[in-house]
């Protein structure tokens, strides 16, 4: 009788979820690691620019004061968000919580699709609730000028709990001769500007312009560019006709004059520059899309949907898009490097955000003239922040379209 052991093993079928087609770009997309070093600092600044006004500011978390009443202690810091500061944290927890709940069910095997509709919905809710709370605790609309780092010198204040950069973007140090264009030392880790500010706070707070611009003008672009691609590569006929050559007459504006035009009537405003990249970005968004949507309402699959009577906008919304969306994020990534690259542009000229807001441009030219006056150590942080994000963003980009080439996912 032969023995048990002798038998070939009998292997299990795996009861694993297959990994989805994203998830195989994705793993693709980030096998060399010069990829990931750059998508690992594309995030990192994503990151400080949700959480900079936690991290540099001159306002403490905490601090002791002296009253009428004795001691009383105070939070300046969190009571000194703005409305925007708020929303932003609360959009950044959403999108955590999304990209969180998504990967559980990648890793928790066999999770159903309903539990993870709840999830993102309790993540949504969550991040509502607390941030409303937040909102109507702390929030105020008064503006506090206190100087703390004085009141601590006075002894009317005392256990301070300073950010890590306890500077913020518009603040000054004492005009002395010393404090003005001061080389990097302990007290300012990068250094000071001509008016007596710390460059590394306005570094990290000029991190949230350059991603802010960049990725609601792209939001912008893309929810243009997806309903006109959309539409005129699913109708076809009169559509497709009109649509391309509203294409056209858009892609004809040049931006950054139209830009300039509205800084010269109306001023200089951040929203209006996302509005502006997003309105005259789209186009390309929506020519990639028509194509996808032309050659797929042709497939089976698709007319088996219309013969079922399904309603239009889940055809072309649930079943179409998710199929023809892959070469239009590849192309976001590149028109987010675009849109860093016009801002900072603007900026440099003197005629982008409005200061005292930093930007990386307005950064380098307040470095000076290298013909006559230049620092160069305030000209260095910002050049190579920029030239970094939009390398990275190209980069990734490169990295992207080469992994959803459907003969190099293995």
Do not use: C
């Not at 991290?55 to 810091?77: C, E, F, M, Q």
């Not at 709840?118 to 008064?142: P, T, Y």
């Not at 204040?157 to 518009?170: L, Q």
Request: no cysteine; charged share 15%.
């Amino acid at each position: 009788m032969t023995e048990l052991s002798a038998h070939p093993a009998i292997e299990t079928p795996s009861t694993a979820p297959p990994a989805s087609y994203w998830t195989l770009a994705i793993r693709k997309m980030l096998r060399p690691w010069l990829v990931k070093i750059f998508a690992a600092y594309i995030a990192a600044v994503l990151l400080i620019s949700l959480t900079v006004p936690l991290l540099a500011s001159g306002k403490p978390y905490a601090i002791d004061i002296h009253t009428g009443n004795g001691w009383v202690t105070r939070y300046p810091l969190f009571a000194d968000l703005t409305t925007r500061d708020y929303l932003t944290f609360i959009a950044g927890a959403v999108i955590i919580g999304i990209v969180v709940a998504w990967r559980l069910t990648r890793v928790v095997e066999m999770m159903r699709r309903r539990s993870l509709r709840l999830g993102i919905a309790g993540v949504l809710i969550g991040a509502g609730i607390l941030g409303g709370s937040a909102l109507a605790i702390l929030h105020h609309n008064r503006f506090d000028g206190t100087d703390y780092r004085a009141l601590i010198k006075s002894g009317m204040a005392k256990n301070a709990i300073f950010a890590p950069i306890p500077w913020g973007y518009a603040e000054m140090e004492p005009l002395s001769k010393n404090a003005i264009n001061e080389l990097p030392s302990w007290h300012h880790w990068l250094g000071t500007d001509r008016s007596g500010r710390d460059v590394l706070a306005r570094m990290l707070w000029a991190s949230r312009v350059a991603m802010g611009i960049g990725f609601v003008s792209q939001a912008i672009a893309l929810s243009l560019g997806i309903i006109v691609g959309a539409m005129m590569g699913y109708f076809g006929g009169i559509f497709d006709l009109l649509g391309m050559r509203l294409v056209e007459m858009v892609e004809a504006i040049p931006t950054f004059f139209l830009i300039l035009t509205f800084i010269a009537i109306f001023g200089r405003s951040i929203l209006m520059i996302m509005v502006i990249l997003g309105v005259t970005g789209w186009t390309g968004y929506a020519r990639f899309l028509r194509a996808e949507f032309l050659r797929i309402r042709q497939l089976d699959y698709i007319v088996a949907a219309r013969a079922t009577g399904m309603p239009l906008w889940r055809i072309m919304f649930r079943h179409m898009l998710p199929n023809g969306l892959t070469p239009v994020l590849v192309s976001a990534s590149f028109g987010l490097a675009g849109a860093v690259t016009i801002e900072s542009s603007l900026s440099y000229l003197g005629i982008g955000v409005r200061p005292p807001t930093p930007s990386w441009g307005g950064m380098l030219n307040a470095a000076g003239n290298p013909a006559t006056v230049f620092h160069w150590f305030e000209a260095l942080p910002p050049g190579l922040a920029l030239f970094l994000i939009v390398l990275a963003f190209n980069i990734v980009g490169e990295a992207l379209r080469d992994a959803i080439d459907p003969k190099s996912l293995s």
